[in-house]
């Protein structure tokens, strides 16, 4: 029997992801399982990461955007093996309908703080390995879009056992999984859209890998559901990666952003996972008789990859020199 669409999208408290009652846990990762069987999107609140850093990080990217075009085109992802650096406007495209994305971003990979240090070198990423880029003409665009970084890299790695626990798994399942586990975030500018609307070119095309503070979320009825921002809250969805790797238990779903607000949006998705060399064999709870597995292996860092490629494609041939 199909269940019934959602219509809105729920909110967990997470404060009992530290917690040392293990029935505490349980009941949260209950809650968890129910919003990625159900609805493939949560948000969270007492997530930990504190408010002065996301102020931080907001106001130094409107400066970064604010620069002159030829200053961010020095870091033009384009130019970028490592898929790094600044994307211009419409140079990405999530949806192959779109004429392309209706936002400049810039992406960066792990990277300690004290860019100095032996711990900011790692070796781990494979396929994605590449050392991030900065611009000169922002000085506090790095620290600050650091800072953050890391403190949502926090709270994922602190999910992990959750999911464990919510997959009916030992609660260390991850744990060898998730070493050097990959973490992309973008950092998005969304400019006000005024005058005629082409739904062709929206803030991000219909798709199903990202996380954000402001979008719409398609339904089991085709209808798209509003997920407002809420203030104190993160909006956290399931991925094509973890949808893929439990067989589809955990549900990805189809969402896209559009700004049509008359006022400029920012938003800081982090694409958060296992390690780029782990293989994504169907999680052993995932599998049954009923549902054998239904996607042909892979590592992770392959899959991420060929995602990136994918929403690039369509400007390939429009790579600057």
């Not at 033009?76 to 949806?95: E, H, V």
């Not at 800072?147 to 609660?171: K, N, T």
Request: proline share 7%; with cysteine.
């Amino acid at each position: 029997m199909a269940k019934d669409a959602f219509s809105r999208i729920p909110v967990i408290d997470l404060a009992n992801l530290r917690s040392l009652s293990l029935t505490a846990r349980k009941s949260l990762a209950g809650e968890v399982k129910r919003a990625c069987m159900d609805v493939g999107f949560f948000y969270v609140e007492n997530h930990g990461i504190p408010e002065d850093v996301i102020t931080a990080v907001i106001s130094a990217s409107r400066l970064f955007f604010s620069l002159p075009e030829e200053a961010k085109l020095k870091l033009d992802i384009r130019k970028n093996p490592a898929f790094k650096g600044y994307q211009p406007l419409l140079s990405s495209n999530n949806d192959p309908e779109n004429m392309g994305d209706m936002h400049e971003g810039f992406e960066v990979g792990w990277e300690a703080l004290d860019a100095e240090s032996e711990a900011s070198k790692r070796d781990h990423d494979g396929v994605m390995a590449g050392a991030n880029v900065w611009p000169q003409e922002s000085p506090s665009f790095r620290g600050a879009v650091l800072q953050y970084y890391h403190a949502a890299v926090g709270v994922g790695r602190l999910l992990f056992p959750i999911f464990a626990l919510a997959l009916d798994l030992p609660e260390g399942f991850f744990d060898d999984k998730t070493k050097n586990s990959a973490a992309i975030m973008k950092i998005l500018h969304y400019p006000a859209q005024t005058g005629p609307v082409d739904d062709r070119v929206i803030g991000i095309g219909a798709h199903t890998e990202l996380i954000w503070t402001a979008l719409q979320v398609l339904n089991q009825d085709k209808k798209w559901i509003d997920a407002p921002p809420i203030p104190g809250t993160l909006v956290m969805n399931i991925g094509d990666q973890f949808s893929r790797w439990t067989n589809d238990v955990f549900k990805s779903t189809v969402h896209r952003a559009i700004n049509r607000s008359g006022v400029e949006r920012y938003s800081m998705p982090l694409f958060f996972g296992t390690d780029y060399d782990v293989k994504l064999v169907p999680i052993p709870s995932c599998i049954t008789e009923g549902e054998p597995p239904k996607y042909p292996v892979v590592t992770a860092g392959d899959h991420v990859r060929e995602r990136l490629e994918a929403a690039y494609s369509h400007h390939h041939d429009k790579k600057p020199s």
